[in-house]
């Protein structure tokens, strides 16, 4: 029973344009979201949060998007550099301090 | 300066052995979790410890058993060891403190177990 899903398992993306990661929920107690990134053989680092008293958060690049009555929050890249090429995990919680339960992550590749 | 070191990094052994991965954290949080990444690349949260006093505790057979020793370690072991268990596992921590919005985990590099 996942109750976060990323349905695209890959992206593929040229530099410079915007890159889009879609990550979708069922529980509606969820408020808290992060997204992660991963590159092989490392663990995830993480990129960017939000919680749904907000339904934008942005540091630089990196912009997430919260839709709460549509249960979707997204991941926007722009510019998308080969650099961003990495495994993107969201990860959703009721509160900070519950678990949080990932997606099974997206696979963005940045073509030069 | 590592943040959040597991050994080892690779891990293949036969089934039915017992193994232990250990990890460390050098960043004084106060929180420390057990993942389990599966075959279809989902990271499920197998342990959580605050203040080496065990939180989350998912539906995990018996035969795993975290350890910790104090608020920088969380050791995982796992006993007669199945060929299900082939996964990467992932430690990770953090600070979660009330008034904190986000609970930022970080990672370490993960240890992947081969059970043949």
């Known amino acids: 029973d996942q109750q976060v899903k990323q349905n695209s398992p890959s992206l593929s993306v040229q530099e410079g344009r915007i890159s889009i990661l879609n990550c979708d929920y069922t529980n509606s107690m969820f408020d808290y979201f992060l997204w992660y990134k991963k590159y092989p053989a490392e663990g995830p680092t993480f990129l960017i949060s939000i919680s749904s008293i907000k339904d934008k958060n942005e540091d630089g690049r990196f912009t997430v998007f919260l839709n709460k009555s549509a249960k979707h929050l997204s991941l926007h890249i722009v510019p998308s550099q080969p650099g961003d090429s990495a495994v993107y995990f969201c990860?959703?919680?009721?509160?900070?301090?519950?678990?949080?339960?990932f997606g099974s992550g997206t696979k963005l590749n940045v073509k030069p | 300066d590592t943040a959040v070191s597991q050994t080892p990094k690779y891990l293949v052994t036969q089934m039915g052995n017992d193994k232990s991965i250990k990890c460390e954290q050098n960043?004084?949080?106060?929180?420390m979790y057990w993942y389990k990444q599966d075959s279809k690349k989902f990271l499920k949260i197998m342990f959580s410890y605050n203040n080496k006093e065990l939180i989350i505790n998912e539906t995990v057979p018996n035969r795993f058993s975290p350890k910790s020793p104090d608020k920088a370690h969380l050791n995982l072991h796992i006993n007669s060891l199945e060929l299900g268990d082939s996964a990467v596992y992932f430690c990770?921590?953090?600070?979660?403190?009330?008034?904190?919005?986000?609970?930022?985990?970080?990672f370490g590099p993960g240890t992947r177990l081969t059970v043949l």
């Open positions: 990770a921590s953090s600070q979660v403190s009330s008034g904190l919005s986000y609970n930022e985990q970080f």
């Open positions: 990860a959703a919680s009721p509160a900070p301090w519950n678990k949080f339960y």
């Open positions: 960043l004084g949080h106060d929180t």
